[in-house]
């Protein structure tokens, strides 16, 4: 928004939020994403991040609407990235919790519920900004521009290591995984990187040994893992390791990454290129925006849930903070005044600075805040931000690559709504 958050003003302690005397009645959110299983870094580290947020907006008096105070519950349901669980937390969350919004990780779990999500106008926010459709107007994507944001990743490297010229890249075959692999490619080809060798994985069923070794057989210069899962992205580096492999090594995400500095070596690690920093990061430093004081939250995060920090530990925090601070603009929870709130004033203030709302190019509507993300860089065993890429620059020189791409890999929205055989509005408009 156009002024700093209330929750930005506050400082980063304590734990659950607690009912307080004199609030009125408490407002609950639910937050429907894997806790448990393989994909658990992308769901659990979240949650203790809601935690945070909850907290220090529960020890200020709560949300503030039209003059009382009301107390904000986090609800957690782990579905475990699993479509039928998911089904099941939406609806008690729903039916039985009246909850005002619910935060998700989005993809397969949440394309199995958003029909029933979008009859009901429950406003539902999404790391996955492809599951975006004219059909969803209360599924919002405020925090995370994944994939699109991989992007600058690739622009660095192609500016600051132009040797590179040959890549071999892999991803799982879901919702995750090849919206990722239609960016990669996209990127690949604007920076003039030729792709030698692409494999596609069943996420369930995948060896890691022999993904590596096909994609050395064709000596690229880069491996690149896309979107893959965090145990698949440490089992694709330690590969690589393994088959003495030299080149350049770049995800969408490292989480957990001293791990793997400790599995392999700091020197066989060095220079590997991602798109998460720590929030100690000293580019971070002087930024006004996101809770104000991003190490701070880091710290008190290290504190509370140590060697748990991931991609997301954030992330569904930042969503936290652009609807509580909408909420209290329209002084009310209801989900058409809290989207009109978000976008009334056209610019929001997200994570790493400025954005704008997008998306009706590739996902049919403009629910996708979009502007500068980080490039990260391990440097003697550290993750640092080498530069902030602009999303919007990339997007109006090379906007068409990439959807040519999505398209090719049945990623635009009409394509996934003509798959999952809803009665749509696309449909309804071809009767």
């Known amino acids: 928004m156009s002024s700093g958050s209330f929750a930005q003003r506050l400082a980063v302690k304590g734990a659950l939020p607690r009912l307080t005397t004199g609030i009125a009645d408490t407002i609950n959110i639910g937050f429907v994403a894997p806790l448990t299983g393989p994909v658990q870094s992308w769901g659990l580290p979240g949650l203790n991040g809601c935690q945070i947020w909850a907290d220090r907006i529960g020890r200020k008096g709560g949300l503030q609407l039209g003059g009382r105070r009301h107390n904000i519950r986090i609800l957690p349901y782990d579905c475990r990235y ?7 937390g939406v609806r008690k969350l729903v039916q039985e919790h009246d909850v005002k919004l619910i935060l998700s990780l989005g993809g397969d779990t949440l394309s199995a519920v958003m029909d029933y999500l979008t009859d009901r106008k429950i406003l539902t926010a999404t790391l996955l900004p492809s599951d975006l459709s004219p059909d969803t107007p209360y599924l919002i994507a405020p925090s995370e521009l994944h994939p699109i944001y991989n992007v600058t990743g690739v622009d660095w490297l192609s500016r600051t290591r132009p040797e590179i010229r040959r890549v071999a890249l892999c991803s799982q075959t879901d919702a995750l995984g090849l919206p990722s692999l239609a960016t990669y490619r996209a990127a690949f080809d604007a920076a003039g990187i030729e792709v030698v060798k692409e494999i596609r994985y069943d996420p369930d069923a995948a060896d890691a040994g022999a993904i590596v070794a096909a994609m050395l057989a064709d000596h690229p210069d880069m491996l690149c893992w896309c979107t893959s899962y965090t145990p698949m992205v440490h089992a694709l580096t330690e590969a690589a390791h393994a088959a003495g492999f030299t080149g350049q090594l770049l995800s969408c995400t490292l989480d957990a990454y ?13 220079g590997f290129v991602f798109q998460f920093p720590d929030f100690d990061d000293p580019a971070l430093a002087e930024k006004a925006f996101f809770f104000n004081r991003p190490k701070d939250f880091y710290d008190e995060y290290q504190r509370r849930f140590p060697d748990s920090w991931s991609a997301v530990s954030w992330e569904y925090a930042a969503i936290l903070d652009i609807w509580h601070t909408a909420a209290e603009r329209a002084g009310s929870v209801t989900s058409i005044s809290v989207l009109a709130a978000m976008k009334q004033s056209g610019a929001v203030m997200h994570a790493f600075g400025p954005a704008a709302w997008w998306g009706a190019e590739i996902f049919g509507i403009d629910n996708a805040l979009v502007g500068d993300w980080p490039v990260v860089r391990l440097t003697d065993g550290k993750a640092r931000i080498v530069e902030f890429g602009s999303i919007p620059d990339w997007l109006a020189e090379h906007g068409p690559r990439l959807k ?13 709504q003509a798959r999952a055989g809803s009665k749509t509005a696309l449909a309804r408009r071809s009767l």
């Open 404 to 416: 040519a791409q999505m398209i090719e890999l049945g990623q635009m929205w009409d394509q996934r």
């Open 258 to 270: 001293p791990r793997l500095v400790a599995r392999t070596s700091r020197a066989f690690m060095e």
């Open 82 to 88: 699993d479509p039928k669980l998911a089904r099941e």
